[in-house]
């Protein structure tokens, strides 16, 4: 069974680099999922970030893509969510989760979300 | 811009049936599009219930089908029960990578 972590600081100054990881447990990140990130602001529905392959290929939601970075590092079974120039519309829960990218596209596995706070 | 559009509410009785949908501004959803469905209750991680039009992930009672009526991805739910309510996201895989969420509907069971 897969499991997925995030964590991460809490909170955020306006303008700073928000960076997140996902701890991938039961399953090697190397084995042929995507992972990704997902947010959900408060109250509001859910936006795709971005998904990387261990490999390192990357797809980015193109509203976010200059100030987004997502990387992988296999030898720790994780990858990582740097969101930079930070503002209160970026205040949300953060998810990461795994992506089939094959014959069945589809969100597989999820992580329980960590709340990220854009504050002074 | 792609903008995924789905109703805001709906509400179904008890034992009820309650078939959602998943549409896209511009233009008709296909299989093509590879559509998923996501089940979320407050505070919770989102749950999938439906990818590739129709095909139940694993665990998924057989209440939840997944089609393509007319224009636009349908979820459907037969007999509903009280813990079906929440909210229900699609989610359309555009191709080159990238995908877009709907705006997600919130089911009342009532």
């Known amino acids: 069974q897969v499991q997925l972590q995030e964590s991460g600081p809490g909170l955020v100054k306006p303008s700073e680099t928000l960076s997140l990881t996902c701890a991938v447990s039961g399953y090697s990140i190397s084995s042929g999922y995507y992972w990704g990130w997902i947010r959900q602001p408060p109250g509001k529905g859910l936006e795709w970030i971005g998904s990387?392959?261990?490999?390192?290929?990357?797809y980015y939601n193109p509203s976010l893509k200059s100030r987004v970075t997502i990387s992988v590092d296999t030898s720790k079974n994780q990858f990582s969510l740097k969101l930079n120039s930070v503002t209160a519309a970026d205040t949300a829960v953060y998810y990461c989760?795994?992506?089939?990218?094959?014959?069945?596209?589809?969100?597989?596995?999820w992580g329980q979300g960590t709340l990220v706070t854009v504050s002074s | 811009q792609t903008v995924v559009t789905q109703e805001p509410s709906f509400s179904v009785s008890p034992g009820g049936t309650v078939t959602l949908t998943c549409g896209l501004s511009s233009g008709s959803v296909s299989t093509s599009y590879y559509p998923s469905w996501y089940q979320q209750t407050p505070g919770q991680a989102p749950r999938t219930l439906i990818y590739s039009t129709n095909t139940r992930s694993s665990g998924v009672p057989d209440r939840f089908s997944g089609s393509i009526l007319g224009n636009k991805a349908a979820l459907t739910i037969r007999g509903a029960q009280a813990d079906d309510e929440s909210d229900y996201y699609c989610v359309l895989y555009m191709g080159r990578g990238i995908w877009v969420f709907g705006g997600g509907t919130k089911l009342t069971v009532l």
């Open positions: 990387i392959y261990y490999s390192g290929t990357t």
């Open positions: 989760a795994s992506l089939d990218y094959g014959n069945n596209p589809r969100f597989d596995y």
